[in-house]
Every structure is written in structure tokens, then in C-alpha cells.
């Protein structure tokens, strides 16, 4: 079955720290992985998109990392501000089009504290 | 910042009225979808289009209908709106490799 788990479920640290998220998949065949960050009430919004052949990937303060050997992902965040408090959701595609069929994670719940 | 959008943003309407929710996007993309998400939950594909005339109904079953007329629209719709209906309902578009979500519509029926 195809699934994408993520832990921790929710985090919290303090504002300046830094914090990795998890991302484990059993998606078959693979054909790229996406990391989205969701406000509370907002649609998510794209934060990184890695294929097959892609070790790792940054956008400003985040750097997500796959290894696809061992369907593992992570999403780092350096110097955490209070704007990055949001759920962080793992999305693996699989190579049935162009686009795929996504598999969503249920999310990491972050909170950064001043 | 993606040009989809959904309106309305919220929603709180009584049970058995017909409601439309509206999605549309700027891009020209033929892909469009429809996802459910309920609180601390994934998201659920509830409806895809791969372009007009063309719709699918998703993973998740769902009571609610699509159509796609035009290429820039993918309005969804409840003939009776029950209280299980109440969730984030979240419209989406996609290029080639990319996909683009609205801001959602947060529904409660009463």
C-alpha cells in the first residue's frame, strides 16, 4: 500500500533554533517528492520538489534532503522565525503521468516560540 | 504566489441547502482538483478534471459534483448540504510538474 508517514506529528522550539522533519514513503514506482508548508487556513504553498536523482534541495532556509534508497526525506529549517509556525507536508508523486498520483502526508504541526 | 482562487472563504450554511463553491485559476492549466481536509489530516482527492468536459471522480467518496466548462473554472457543488459535509475543501491546479492550491474554502453546515 502506498503511504507516506511523517513524524514528529507536532513540534515546538524556540525562535533562532533549528528543526529537521521527517518524511518516510512506500510510494512504487517514484517519480519525485515534494515538501509544501500550510497556514492555518491557507492551501499549501511549495517549498521544494526533488526527482529520483536529487540528493538535496534548498529555498532560502530550508534544505530538504531524499534518499531514495531508503524512502527517507527530511526538511530542515535553520534559524526558525515565528512566521515559520505551519503544518509542513510531505507529498511523494508516483510515475503513472507527468504529474502522478500524490500521496499526501497528514502533515508536521510546527510551532516556533519567541 | 499562485493565481488560483476560491471563493467563498468561508462558509456556514443549514443543512439541506444546495451550495457552489468556486475555484478558478489564471494559468492556463488543464489539470484541476478538488481535495477534502479535515483538521490534522491529509488531504483527500475528491475530484480531478485533465481538462474541459472532462472530470473523475477521486479517492475519497464524496456526495459533492464538478463540471468543467471552461478551462479556468472547476466550481464544486452540494445539491443538500448535511453537517458531515463540514471540512476544508481546497482546489488546486497543476503545469507540468508543478502543483498550485487556492487558499481553500472552510465550510460548517449546521
Known amino acids: 500500500k502506498n503511504q507516506v508517514e511523517q513524524s514528529p506529528q507536532s513540534l515546538i522550539i524556540l525562535e533562532g533554533k533549528n528543526c529537521t522533519l521527517q518524511c518516510n514513503y512506500t510510494v512504487s514506482p517514484f517519480s519525485n517528492l515534494r515538501w509544501y508548508k500550510q497556514d492555518t487556513g491557507r492551501g499549501p504553498v511549495s517549498l521544494t520538489i526533488?526527482?529520483?536523482?536529487?540528493n538535496t534541495k534548498s529555498n532560502g532556509r530550508y534544505t530538504a534532503t531524499l534518499d531514495a534508497d531508503t524512502k527517507q526525506s527530511s526538511l530542515h529549517i535553520t534559524a526558525s522565525q515565528l512566521s515559520d509556525s505551519a503544518s509542513y507536508i510531505c507529498?511523494?508523486?508516483?510515475?503513472?503521468?507527468?504529474?502522478?498520483?500524490?500521496?499526501f502526508g497528514r502533515g508536521t504541526q510546527l510551532t516556533v516560540w519567541p | 504566489e499562485a493565481d488560483i482562487y476560491q471563493t467563498p472563504r468561508y462558509l456556514v450554511i443549514g443543512t439541506g441547502k444546495k451550495i457552489t463553491l468556486e475555484c478558478s485559476q489564471t494559468?492556463?492549466?488543464?489539470?484541476m482538483y478538488w481535495y477534502q481536509q479535515d483538521p490534522g489530516m491529509e488531504l483527500h482527492l475528491i475530484h480531478y478534471?485533465?481538462?474541459?468536459?472532462?472530470?473523475e471522480k477521486g479517492d475519497l467518496s464524496s456526495e459533492s459534483t464538478v463540471s468543467r466548462i471552461r478551462t479556468e473554472h472547476f466550481p464544486l457543488t452540494l445539491e443538500s448540504a448535511r453537517p458531515s459535509h463540514t471540512s476544508q475543501y481546497l482546489c488546486?491546479?497543476?503545469?507540468?510538474?508543478?502543483?498550485?492550491f487556492g487558499p481553500g474554502t472552510r465550510l460548517t453546515v449546521t
Open positions: 494559468m492556463g492549466h488543464d489539470k
Open positions: 478534471s485533465y481538462g474541459v468536459n472532462s472530470t
Open positions: 526533488m526527482t529520483f536523482s536529487e
Open positions: 488546486a491546479s497543476s503545469g507540468r510538474y508543478e502543483q498550485y
Open positions: 507529498v511523494v508523486s508516483d510515475r503513472g503521468s507527468t504529474l502522478g498520483r500524490l500521496y
